[in-house]
């Protein structure tokens, strides 16, 4: 135990005192906020002085009426070859033909376009069409049009999260895919970046073989967790250092953007009840960033790191042991990324889109892909059995996978230049030590 | 005492047998050369002693103990493939080193210390590995294998690699630490080695001991009654139970033959029968070299 300790702080020491360790730790919670207010400067800025595309268009049927939310349309009268001709020798965005139709059923609207439209495009564009044929079938229906306007209406819900004691939180949805989308994407981050030092530190070893020299001194197995240890406590030591540099720095560009935005959005709006809700959305984010109970998150995230990371950790040892250099490791990746980029994707198409769904609750469990899938879910609230279920087996998954990965680093660090296939590392595993 | 004692060690694995009921046994304060060819199982021996690996039968005992994990501590390895961390610093990896070995911080720091002085290379602690030579790096790892005074030091081809002078430079230093009680063990296929240092030798071929004893009685149990003669102008003998091997001129009148004893007689009967027929200017008795042993073993081994 005395030995493992030493070797946890040898690995320890030396990551932490490399300058790439001082400049990753304090650089990217510098870079990555700094980056995304240039970003969104950026976007603002773009929108504010974005020129509206121009789309000609040609009505045959004169039922059009245009709307210039997205885009400027100019008339142009004459055939539509014409029109063709005029559009190609313009800068404008697209050439719109409609032609007569029978209101019941619109056919042969054409968008004439130099580039692909987006189907953004399209679908604004088919929108817009829609909805004017709508009021035109409304006013054949004999429809008032003040009856009309006051049928459009515009709903926000606002949800609400009642938790077990009665208390009334409201959630933003869009918030907590956001906490949960970074969540499981630092976690991936994280556990890959790791566990693959791990790997390297190994495949170091075994190059300057130095390993055997350390194992006449040590188990193998206490080299191999003394490794997996020690790189762990640099992880959550950045990690924790992240949180606290994060964490000041929102606070301080939080607290100037929640001042700075709603004049920003003063200048597209005019209406002063605009206004107050788009005061009402900010607060509202505010409100729901300080409601995510961070502690608990945070607490969350650091479980699955140690558990996750342990767990990768062990393979990525095991896969450094057998190989003679890094390319060689290459081919034994395989069985490690497939999980993790099952996670990843899991996180993306099932856990982000529907968190309590029954493949999210399973991605969440099973501990291969628990770490980056429960990170995923965690903020929208996890039932407390499947939390405890799910640290439950991931702790016992490490265990698995520790005592799997031992048994092919106790041989492989001390092969070399041996060939080694799957078959070669299961010979391996069922040796005697 | 035995400083080791091997009964019986044997080791399997899926396809082959690397030891089959191995029995060595070393006497405390010696040097004893554990030879064999490539593949033998001496490497394999050698991590069992050191509990890199277990054995599956057979029994180790270490100074009269059964071999356990603080025993670590007690031996000196130098592996066959060794290394150093190339980032680290010479000073911060020799304590690494000898803290694994159980030393406490002080205790590492004086006695590295002591063999940096030794070496004169006391101003290299805050170098990095990376940035000394070769043969610096050599020496280092020297250190690092004898800093802890391990009672038992095991030297597995501990010249590969190493330039002449600091081969010498070691075996100065083995000769040394035998002086002040250590025992040593060398596993090597360099047979001027083990002629100069060795006192005791094994021979395991094919996972097998095949030869084992003090190096005179290894070489008195394989001389062949062979004696070397200067002469002067030549002869034959009457007496069947001696007989000329080979006779070949040298310059003038001198000779020089090859004489073996085929009876009980010895070397001094030997040579009252040469006063009889011939002028003898040498006389010196053939004794087959470590290199002749081993080569004739191994050969007639693998001819069977």
Redesign the interface.
């Known amino acids: 135990m005395n030995?493992i300790w030493?070797?946890v702080q040898?690995e320890f020491l030396?990551r932490v005192q490399k300058k790439s360790f001082l400049v990753a730790t304090i650089l990217l919670p510098l870079i990555f906020p700094a980056l995304m207010a240039v970003l969104v400067y950026v976007a603002v800025e773009q929108k504010k002085n974005a020129k509206k595309e121009v789309i000609l268009y040609i009505d045959e049927s004169s039922y059009f009426k245009p709307d210039t939310a997205k885009f400027l349309f100019s008339p142009f009268t004459g055939s539509l070859e014409e029109g063709k001709k005029a559009f190609e020798a313009s800068e404008n965005f697209g050439l719109l033909y409609i032609p007569t139709f029978e209101l019941a059923a619109p056919q042969g609207i054409k968008l004439f376009t130099k580039i692909n439209p987006s189907p953004n495009d399209i679908s604004d564009l088919e929108k817009v069409i829609a909805n004017q044929v709508r009021d035109l079938k409304m006013i054949e229906l004999h429809v008032d049009p003040e009856v009309l306007n006051k049928l459009k209406t515009v709903v926000n819900i606002e949800s609400v999260k009642l938790s077990e004691g009665g208390q009334e939180k409201s959630s933003d949805s869009k918030v907590l895919f956001g906490v949960g989308m970074a969540g499981g994407i630092l976690m991936y981050m994280f556990i890959f970046i790791y566990g693959a030092q791990i790997m390297q530190g190994i495949i170091?070893?075994k190059m300057?073989?130095?390993v055997?020299?350390?194992?006449?001194?040590?188990r193998?197995f206490q080299l191999m967790m003394g490794k997996i240890v020690g790189l762990a406590s640099v992880g959550l030591l950045q990690f924790l250092i992240w949180i606290v540099l994060i964490s000041t720095l929102s606070t301080v560009v939080l607290g100037f953007f929640g001042l700075q935005s709603p004049s920003q959005d003063m200048m597209q709006m005019n209406e002063q009840a605009q206004q107050v809700a788009a005061q009402g959305g900010t607060l509202a984010l505010l409100n729901t960033l300080s409601q995510i109970p961070w502690t608990y998150v945070i607490v969350c995230f650091i479980f699955y790191f140690i558990g996750g990371y342990l767990l990768y950790g062990a393979l990525f040892a095991a896969v450094g042991s057998a190989v003679d250099s890094p390319a060689e490791a290459q081919q034994f990746m395989f069985p490690i990324t497939i999980p993790m980029l099952i996670s990843y994707f899991g996180l993306f198409t099932f856990i982000l889109e529907d968190p309590h769904g029954t493949i999210s609750v399973w991605l969440s469990v099973i501990p291969l892909t628990s770490p980056i899938a429960m990170m995923g879910r965690i903020g929208f609230g996890v039932p407390d059995w499947q939390l405890a279920l799910s640290m439950i087996l991931l702790a016992g998954g490490f265990v698995l996978t520790t005592w799997f990965a031992a048994r092919i680093y106790?041989v492989g660090i001390?092969m070399?230049g041996t060939k080694v296939s799957y078959k070669v590392l299961a010979?391996w595993f069922?040796?005697?030590? | 005492m035995n400083a080791l004692a091997a009964r019986g060690v044997t080791k399997r694995?899926?396809n082959h047998t690397a030891l089959n009921q191995v029995d060595i046994t070393v006497p405390e304060k010696t040097i004893y050369g554990l030879l064999g060819p490539n593949g033998a199982g001496k490497t394999t021996l050698i991590?069992i002693i050191?509990?890199?690996?277990?054995a599956?039968e057979g029994e180790i005992t270490l100074f009269g103990e059964r071999l356990k994990p603080e025993h670590?501590g007690v031996?000196g390895?130098?592996?066959e493939?060794?290394?150093?961390?190339?980032?680290?610093k010479v000073g911060e990896q020799l304590i690494?080193?000898a803290?694994?070995?159980g030393l406490n911080q002080h205790d590492a720091m004086a006695k590295i210390k002591v063999w940096l002085d030794k070496f004169e290379i006391k101003d290299w602690w805050n170098k990095k590995v990376e940035d000394l030579s070769k043969g610096m790096a050599q020496k280092v790892?020297f250190i690092?294998t004898v800093m802890h005074e391990p009672r038992l030091i095991i030297l597995d081809e501990p010249f590969s690699g190493f330039d002449p002078v600091n081969a010498q430079l070691i075996t100065d230093e083995i000769l040394e630490l035998k002086k002040k009680g250590s025992t040593i063990i060398f596993s090597t296929h360099r047979m001027e080695t083990v002629e100069d240092l060795c006192d005791h030798i094994a021979l395991i071929n094919k996972s097998k001991q095949i030869l084992e004893g003090t190096k005179k009685q290894v070489k008195a149990q394989y001389k062949s009654n062979t004696f070397s003669v200067s002469h002067k102008g030549t002869f034959s003998f009457s007496d069947p139970a001696f007989e000329v091997i080979e006779q070949r001129p040298v310059e003038d009148n001198f000779h020089q033959s090859t004489v073996k004893i085929r009876s009980t007689a010895g070397p001094n009967q030997l040579i009252q029968e040469l006063t009889k027929v011939t002028e003898v200017h040498a006389f010196i008795e053939k004794v087959p070299t470590m290199s002749e042993i081993f080569i004739t073993l191994v050969k007639g081994e693998s001819h069977e």
């Open positions: 030995k030493l070797i040898r030396n170091e070893e300057s073989k130095v055997e020299v350390i194992v006449s001194s040590v193998p106790r001390l070399h010979k069922l040796q005697k030590g | 694995y899926a991590r050191n509990q890199i690996i277990n599956d670590i031996i390895y130098l592996p493939e060794r290394g150093l961390y190339k980032k680290l690494y080193f803290r694994l070995k790892q690092s």
